[in-house]
């Protein structure tokens, strides 16, 4: 787990009010699911160029 999500969880924790602490939350996830899903998104991509490199390799192998 990354060390500065724990830090930030810890001091949502800290916060007086339930609401505000609610609202860093959402916060929070929101940004991490955004980060989550972009290196998904980069690492998928990557997978697909390399797949179709690879395949164009062999063609040209075979042919």
């Known amino acids: 787990m990354d ?3 724990n830090i930030r969880v810890e001091n949502l ?4 009010t339930q609401e ?3 609202s860093r939350t ?3 996830l929101k ?3 955004l ?3 972009t290196n998904c998104k ?7 160029k390399n797949l179709i490199n690879g395949k164009q ?7």
């Open 13 to 16: 924790f800290t916060e007086t």
């Open 42 to 48: 980069g690492k998928f991509k990557l997978k697909i």
């Open 31 to 33: 940004s991490l699911s």
């Open 26 to 28: 959402e916060e929070s």
């Open 3 to 5: 060390l500065r999500l």
């Open 20 to 22: 505000s602490f609610l």
């Open 57 to 63: 390799l062999l063609n040209s192998t075979h042919a």
């Open 35 to 37: 980060k989550f899903i």
